[in-house]
């Protein structure tokens, strides 16, 4: 049989080189590579690439290179790992909860919260709760009572008394039933939804919520705030340093005077994600940052007042600029966070619903109609006293309760579910029966779920796709761990080799360790520098004294690359000459110089590894490619260039 089933697949492999021919970009040894694989994968990459690399010819080496070691992973069956399979399949499920919740009421209620999101409500609400152990008739009457509370309202009496009349709220004494404002996500989602439907001023139908009865009284409708963006320079208290707020206040002064805030931060901002260009920070919106503090001040400025006073927060001292105010961001850029928050929601059960209705239109599912007359008979008293239940399990028929085309659950299967989910024996008949058949639909709905995550890769190729990418990416990390890696690090003699070999690769400039003094006033560096000069042993005294001056002081060491350094400095032991330089005078007094040259291997080692490792690979792959016959499709190939140019 399977010898049959193999010659009918490589009948219909026949058939499809045929037709695919054409298409067919490059063979391995005898293994074809087509051209759409080429073309997804290099648009995927594009902007991973580097400039000399962005065209198809380019491109093509290092796509060969990346098939090359793909085939060698396989062969070598690093697939077969069980660190492999082990990483493989936690990304395979992640990534297939991911593909479920992407639904028809996925995207619906991120629509929704999305126009939700461009107001907040200011509400009132009376709670009727629920009475233990609840039935239809117990709700008839809580739902009763609510409309007569607002029948009560509506003639006139006010929602403050009701609620302190008539609700069930714990903290009702204390704040007569108010809510404060709130936005999406704030508040359970059917109680959200009436509040949003309901017009300011007046007060909703019952809101039946897990909690009970709800009445709401919205008595406020505004815009929600949007995002701002701003650059900051910030300092931070340095032991043995000019003191942070000093020197904020300091800068903030000569931004006043008319300095270039950008080449302040340039100059003196200590957060070195943003110094290098002028302290811009990506644009946010309220809540988004850690600091509360720092959020208040920036959503604080205008195109007035563009420009704060000095901030303190938990991280140190600020000053903010204002670059742009901005409303709501798009719907695009909101739209998955938005659906993160969906999906954590109790929205998640629309969702549920409409993942189940997918299902049962994608998978041949068979359920057993008889299953729950059975198991509602089947289950008794005895299920629920007796610890044991190896006696009753032993009963049960082999029959099915669903059945899937690769699966099959059966009466077994589910009796151990009842049992884990076993709760202490029903008052009743009714109650024991409805307990079975809530589970009987939540097992099947389980299983709907698991038995289509499972199998994705059969039912959605984009996901087949990304997870068979995902997967050859981490083939190629173990095999480069195996190849280079680790030979590299192994390797200790032929590291001192390549060091030796290549040591004017590795040469380093100038470096220094230097006192940095600038200001606006070039007269008054003149002073510190004749100063300096000739008492360097008073530095302490002397920075205290010109601080005073409106100078400030920077200390450690440097190259001639670094953005505080002037370009036509002439690095030497002593006083520097005064440059102008990002908008201000700057003064230098170097202390020690290191000259440019060669660093010894063991100041260096990693820099000389990550080479070494390069050039291991370089040689490796040169190998691969003479262990392999490759021939490309030139007539395949000059297509695609001009599709891809």
């Known amino acids: 049989m399977k010898k049959i089933v193999l010659l009918c697949f490589l009948s219909f492999a026949s058939v499809v080189w045929a ?32 400039p000399e690399d962005r065209d198809a010819q380019s491109y093509l080496d290092l796509f060969i290179d990346y098939k090359l070691k793909l085939n060698e992973a396989y062969a070598l069956q690093l697939d077969t790992l069980q660190s492999h399979r082990a990483e493989y399949d936690i990304y395979r499920m992640q990534l297939a909860d991911k593909f479920m919740r992407n639904t028809t009421a996925t995207d619906e209620l991120v629509k929704e919260a999305y126009k939700r999101k461009q107001h907040v409500l ?51 004494s204390e704040n007569q039933g108010q809510l404060g404002w709130f936005g999406p996500f704030k508040m359970i989602y059917p109680f959200e939804t009436a509040a949003y439907a309901t017009p300011v001023g007046e007060v909703s139908d019952p809101v039946k919520t897990r909690f009970g009865y709800h009445l709401i009284h919205v008595t406020g409708k505004r815009e929600a705030g949007g995002r701002v963006k701003v650059a900051h320079i ?13 020197k904020i206040k300091a800068i903030a ?30 644009a946010f919106e309220k809540a988004s940052l850690m600091s509360a503090k720092f959020e208040e001040a920036a959503f604080a400025l205008s195109e007035e007042n563009p420009i704060s006073e000095p901030v303190k927060t938990e991280f140190g001292w600020h000053l903010i600029k204002l670059i742009f105010k901005q409303d709501l961001l798009p719907f695009s850029d909101m739209k998955d966070q938005l659906a993160r928050q969906v999906q954590q929601d109790v929205r998640a059960q629309m969702i549920d619903a409409d993942i189940i209705k997918k299902i049962d239109s994608t998978i041949e599912v068979e359920e057993n109609p008889e299953a729950l007359a059975f198991f509602t008979d089947f289950i008794d008293e005895d299920f629920f006293t007796i610890k044991d239940k190896s006696a009753l399990s032993e009963k049960l028929p082999e029959d099915f309760v669903v059945k899937f085309p690769k699966e099959t659950k059966t009466y077994a299967n589910f009796f ?24 009987l639909k939540n097992y099947i709905k389980l299983e709907k779920k698991r038995y289509y995550k499972e199998y994705l890769d059969e039912y ?90 409106n100078l400030l002081f920077d200390q450690g060491r440097y ?21 102008k330089h990002n908008g201000q005078y700057v003064w230098l007094w170097v202390e020690e110089l290191k000259p440019a040259g060669i660093p010894p291997l063991a100041e260096i080692r990693g820099e000389v590894a990550n080479a070494y490792q390069n050039q291991l690979e370089e040689n490796w792959i040169a190998q691969l490619r003479a262990e392999n016959n490759i021939t490309i499709n030139e007539s395949v190939f000059e297509k695609l260039q001009e599709e891809l140019k």
């Open 19 to 50: 037709q695919d021919q054409e298409q067919v970009l490059l063979q391995i040894n005898d293994e074809p590579v087509m051209a759409e694989e080429f073309k997804r994968v290099f648009s995927k990459n594009l902007d991973l690439l580097d």
């Open 122 to 172: 200011e509400a009132s609400h009376i709670l009727l709760q629920w009475p233990k152990d609840a039935t239809a008739k117990d709700s008839l009457v809580v739902y009763q009572r609510a409309v007569a509370i607002k029948k009560e309202i509506d003639e006139g009496m006010s929602f403050q008394a009701a609620a302190l009349k008539y609700s069930d709220d714990p903290s009702v």
């Open 234 to 246: 910030m300092l931070t208290d340095k032991e043995g340093e000019q003191d942070a707020e000093q």
């Open 253 to 282: 002064e000569r931004i006043k005077q008319g300095a270039s805030f950008a080449d302040m931060a340039k100059q003196y901002s200590e957060d070195t994600n943003t110094a290098a260009n002028g302290g811009e920070l990506k």
């Open 416 to 439: 151990s579910y009842l049992v884990i989910n076993q709760v202490k024996t029903p008052r009743n008949e009714f109650v024991k029966n409805q307990w079975v058949k809530q589970l």
């Open 460 to 549: 959605n190729a984009e996901y087949a796709g990304i997870i068979e990418e995902y997967k050859n990416g981490l083939l190629l990390f173990d095999l480069m761990q195996q190849k280079v890696w680790e030979a590299s690090n192994k390797d200790s003699l032929g590291l001192q080799q390549f060091y030796e070999q290549h040591a004017k690769d590795f040469k380093k400039p100038a470096q220094f360790k230097a006192t940095i003094a600038s200001g606006p006033d070039k007269k008054t560096l003149r002073k510190l520098r004749k100063a300096w000069s000739k008492n360097p042993e008073d530095a302490s005294a002397l920075r205290q004294r010109y601080r005073a001056q």
């Open 559 to 579: 190259s001639l690359k670094d953005k505080q350094i002037p370009s036509k400095l002439k690095a030497k032991p002593g006083s520097s000459k005064i440059y």
